[in-house]
């Protein structure tokens, strides 16, 4: 049977969901309207731009630029910090939706997914319309728009939901592929490097098109291995299966809400650690790391806030993501009561990168690691109860302890 693959891309996904997430909580203007961006803290100058409104790319701005530079461009622009709690709730939403029209999706990034539609068009009628249902749920459902590209395979699908923004369906089927993607400039093929662009123009190769009509045996010579791949992505050859076993967006986050407002600083040091503890251990059980860690306070008038951190290098010690936690909190706690706290760890990876840490004394390190070891068999074996750290003993620790979904 001809393959059909579907890749549904979520139109300016951070700030789409900053928006959306801000609506549904009673706030009063929809941020994709206005002059906004997201942004790390633009208390430091090394903030950057993560996502734009199309206001703010009228002025110029750029993602990845820095805070500071974008506001030289606009002196109104509103900077709203991510929150990757938000995000990959949408994004498991979105998940969701999907899965009512195949059991053949692949989570690709926190806001794109390729879907198999092979089999589901005798149930949901041509990709066409499947696509428009899906597009349609998801706006009326969750409140954000996504474009649908649709091809023979997923190097064609991919490169279909990019050929016009936002809100789109396009199609690149193998007949369109001269019509539609030939008279793309090379920078547009999917995985072509921006190294690799200044190469190819150096071979007169200046649209998809040049390439696919190229010279094998040259792009081989130059490229290596990837000038194979180039040139068989330039003909629309792609015969990568769907995969479907990352089901889940990857990412750890545990909450603690609180019978009582907490106002107490070393109070909330220790539910911190706490939950640092927990998804320490989630974090370990999986032989993960990770490299941002996350901060949410929800005060008693329910208003949350998070600050997050890029990590100069990944870690899954309890010790070094309660040290991050506890100055995240300490930058940005104005003293409010608070009756929820969250710790969300994403970015995670597989193997240490194995450079200096934040603990400089790597047998201190090495002692945490073991000490971490020990603790998670221990409750692995007897419950979560059975070890209390001795600062948790002075304390009593609120309770209710809810496992992100
Ligand atoms: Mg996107």
Same mark, same amino acid.
């Given at each position: ?9 979520? &139109? ?123 597009? &349609?749920?998801?706006?009326? !459902? ?44 090379? !920078? ?70 609180? &019978? ?86 994403? !970015? ?36 979560? &109860? ?20």
């Amino acid at each position: 049977m001809k393959k059909i693959i579907m890749h549904i891309d979520v &139109n300016n996904a951070f700030l789409s969901w900053s928006a959306c997430d801000m609506l549904k909580h009673g706030y009063k203007i929809d941020i994709r309207n206005i002059n906004s961006i997201i942004g790390g803290d633009e208390k430091q100058r090394s903030g950057i731009v993560l996502a734009k409104s199309e206001n703010a790319k009228k002025f110029g701005i750029k993602t990845a630029e820095t805070i500071y530079s974008a506001k030289k461009k606009c002196n109104n622009l509103q900077v709203f910090l991510p929150d990757f709690r938000v995000y990959s709730h949408y994004s498991n939403a979105m998940y969701k939706i999907l899965c009512d029209y195949s059991d053949k999706i692949e989570r690709f990034s926190i806001d794109e997914c390729f879907l198999d539609y092979t089999y589901s068009q005798k149930l949901f009628g041509t990709a066409d319309e499947c696509a428009k249902k899906i597009s &349609n749920r998801i706006y009326t !459902e969750l409140g954000f728009t996504v474009n649908v590209g649709i091809g023979d395979n997923k190097l064609l699908a991919k490169m279909a939901s990019d050929l016009e923004k936002p809100n789109k369906i396009c199609t690149i089927y193998k007949n369109e592929i001269k019509d539609k993607m030939w008279i793309l400039p090379i !920078e547009e093929l999917f995985m072509t490097g921006r190294k690799s662009v200044p190469k190819l123009h150096n071979l007169n190769i200046f649209t998809i098109g040049d390439l696919a009509n190229f010279d094998l045996k040259i792009l081989k010579k130059t490229f290596g291995k990837m000038g194979m791949q180039m040139y068989e992505y330039a003909n629309g050859i792609d015969d990568s299966d769907v995969d479907n076993s990352r089901q889940e967006y990857k990412g750890i986050g545990n909450s603690i809400t609180t &019978n009582v407002d907490i106002l107490n600083k070393s109070i909330a040091y220790n539910i911190l650690l706490s939950i640092s503890e927990l998804v320490g251990k989630r974090l370990r059980a999986e032989n993960k790391y990770t490299n941002v860690i996350n901060v949410q306070l929800k005060s008693a008038d329910f208003v949350t806030q998070s600050h997050q951190r890029k990590l100069l290098n990944s870690t899954n010690i309890t010790k070094e993501i309660y040290n991050v936690a506890k100055e995240l909190f300490d930058e940005f706690w104005n003293g409010q009561p608070i009756r929820s706290f969250g710790i969300r760890l994403d !970015e995670l990876q597989d193997d240490k990168d194995g450079q200096i840490s934040f603990l400089a004394d790597e047998r201190l390190k090495e002692k945490s690691n073991k000490l971490d070891k020990v603790i998670d068999n221990t409750r692995n074996k007897y419950g979560n &109860n059975i070890i209390k750290r001795a600062v948790f003993l002075d304390n009593v620790i609120p309770n209710m302890l809810n496992k992100e979904k």
